[in-house]
């Protein structure tokens, strides 16, 4: 069956172009790919044009008005042609088997979470120059890659000896039907850093859906750029999310259902 591959991106052109290519050497070819612009700029358009005869893709976009990434997520999904959706985001070059394992485990009542490795400059240049070539573990080592245990490739691994996974935006598969029951990601969470990921996590476990890790299984090499200081912003998003708890609502009120018009 057929997948949705949802990249959100905001206006950073070079890093998506080496997350296209990565998804044109996939293995598993029976995907559309969704890019998802918390943005409306047509230059977005001279990367997507060089991959439009490789790659069935649409553009999503919105009015640039802040951090807005959940509603732009949730028109993705309202968009999305089929059932399996696959969440990265445009900075995380993918292993040439990523969307091929994700098709192995989608199910409803369950979410999929993988992990990313955060590469260093030098790497991330090397893969931006040649993204059909994953790094090696060789690299990655003597270029000081942080989590450099995130590039074992083992599929076959049982997921009785790994630990519960712990849900990251930019690797994360979900069945639709399951993301409309919970009714998609919450837009009150307006600031960046925390939010798309670990609430809709512990909404879709308060439904009684189960977590199914991809560790090992769907490798994603996240690009090098300098990170701004979010703790603010992520303090505030975490005092959110405690409140939301307490109120114990696992279908947001504040999603999909809300108008997409925004």
């Not at 088997?97 to 240049?125: E, Q």
């Not at 308060?206 to 912003?233: N, V, Y």
């Not at 959110?240 to 108008?259: A, E, P, R, T, Y």
Request: charged residues 25%; neutral net charge; glycine residues 4%.
């Amino acid at each position: 069956m057929s997948i949705s591959v949802i990249v959100c991106v905001y206006k950073e052109y070079t890093a998506l172009n080496s997350v296209l290519n990565s998804l044109c050497n996939q293995s598993y070819k029976d995907f559309e790919v969704c890019i998802a612009q918390d943005a409306d700029d047509q230059n977005i358009l001279l990367t997507l044009n060089q991959f439009t005869e490789k790659l069935d893709i649409q553009l999503l976009q919105q009015e640039d008005l802040g951090f807005r990434k959940n509603l732009i997520l949730n028109k993705a999904i309202l968009k999305s042609k089929y059932d399996k959706i696959i969440f990265i985001d445009g900075d995380c070059v993918v292993h040439r088997h990523f969307v091929k394992n994700y098709n192995k485990h989608f199910k409803k009542g369950r979410f999929c979470a993988g992990r990313r490795l955060d590469l260093d400059p030098i790497t991330s240049l090397k893969l931006i120059a040649h993204p059909e070539t994953n790094p090696s573990l060789i690299d990655l080592f003597k270029n000081k890659t942080k989590r450099i245990e995130e590039r074992l490739y083992a599929p076959c691994l049982s997921n009785k000896l790994l630990s519960e996974p712990k849900l990251i935006g930019c690797n994360m598969g979900w069945c639709k039907s399951d993301l409309m029951l919970l009714n998609g990601f919450d837009t009150e969470y307006s600031l960046p850093g925390y939010g798309e990921d670990s609430d809709i996590e512990w909404r879709a476990k308060a439904m009684g859906m189960e977590a199914f890790t991809m560790r090992f299984k769907a490798i994603q090499f996240h690009l090098f750029h300098e990170r701004p200081d979010r703790e603010s912003d992520v303090s505030k998003s975490r005092e959110l999310m405690d409140f939301k708890k307490q109120l114990g609502h696992w279908k947001c009120l504040s999603g999909i259902s809300v108008n997409q018009d925004n």
